[in-house]
Nanobody, 115 residues
Framework: VQLQASGGGLVQAGGSLRLSCASS?????????MAWYRRAPGKQRELVAS???????KYAHFAKDRFTISRDNAPMAIYLQMTSLKPEDTAVYYC?????????WGQGTQVTVSS
């Protein structure tokens, strides 16, 4: 399974961005849960939001009411609509896919929010 993230960029505080993550590979059709993580400079990677195959969503506390995760299952892809962005949202955002006991990661897309 390969994951390709896109959509990052530079945005002013209060602005919006939409991240996308497309999957490919022979096993991509069997992906179960998918998620977005982020790693800010000097910090550990943290979960932003996750979504199951059935569409059940979970959010980190900082993402609730501002971010929305969504998903297409054919082909497998996830999206992260981010609104009301803050400078502390600056990070590299990674998409993640779970297939049975295996984790797959995209290459990351940089989001920079200026004040």
């Amino acid at each position: 399974v390969q994951l390709q993230a896109s959509g990052g960029g530079l945005v002013q505080a209060g602005g919006s961005l939409r991240l996308s993550c497309a999957s490919s590979g022979d096993k991509a059709f069997a992906i179960d849960d998918m998620a977005w993580y982020r790693r800010a400079p000097g910090k550990q990677r943290e979960l932003v939001a996750s979504i199951t195959f059935a569409g059940i969503q979970k959010y980190a506390h900082f993402a609730k009411d501002r971010f929305t995760i969504s998903r297409d299952n054919a082909p497998m892809a996830i999206y992260l609509q981010m609104t009301s962005l803050k400078p502390e949202d600056t990070a590299v955002y990674y998409c993640n896919a779970q297939l049975l006991c295996d984790d797959y990661w995209g290459q990351g897309t940089q989001v920079t929010v200026s004040s």
